[in-house]
Nanobody
Framework: QVQLVESGGGLVQAGGSLTLSCSVSGPIVANYAVAWFRQAPGKERDFVAGISGSGGITQAADSVRGRFTISRDNAKNIVYLHMSLLKPEDTAVYFC??????????????WGQGTQVTVSS
């Protein structure tokens, strides 16, 4: 059983930066790809960025590419989402998710509870 806990959300001004952390626990964490999704009120849950188990492959949505970076530290079992040049439209609840394969679809088997990110204009 894989468990995920997000942290690092908060309120930030437009143009600012924030780093989210996803602590992953369970058997052989490095076997699991981890992705970040976000969901704004009244909208669908969208893929933000993902990283393979080894960290060798990363993907990012067009809307965040060049501003957000995903990384992982398998020694600490943490996946990070470094967010910069934040915009008000980045405001959402951010979720991390894990599964055996990396995908942009929200079909991951394991999910965290989410952390709120609010970007003020």
């Amino acid at each position: 059983q894989v468990q995920l806990v997000e942290s690092g959300g908060g309120l930030v001004q437009a143009g600012g930066s924030l780093t989210l952390s996803c602590s992953v626990s369970g058997p052989i964490v490095a076997n699991y790809a981890v992705a970040w999704f976000r969901q704004a009120p009244g909208k669908e849950r969208d893929f933000v960025a993902g990283i393979s188990g080894s960290g060798g492959i990363t993907q990012a949505a067009d809307s965040v590419r060049g501003r957000f970076t995903i990384s992982r530290d398998n020694a600490k079992n943490i996946v990070y989402l470094h967010m910069s040049l934040l915009k008000p439209e980045d405001t959402a609840v951010y979720f991390c998710a894990a599964d055996r394969g990396l995908s942009v679809k929200s079909t991951y088997q394991y999910w965290g509870q989410g952390t709120q990110v609010t970007v003020s204009s």
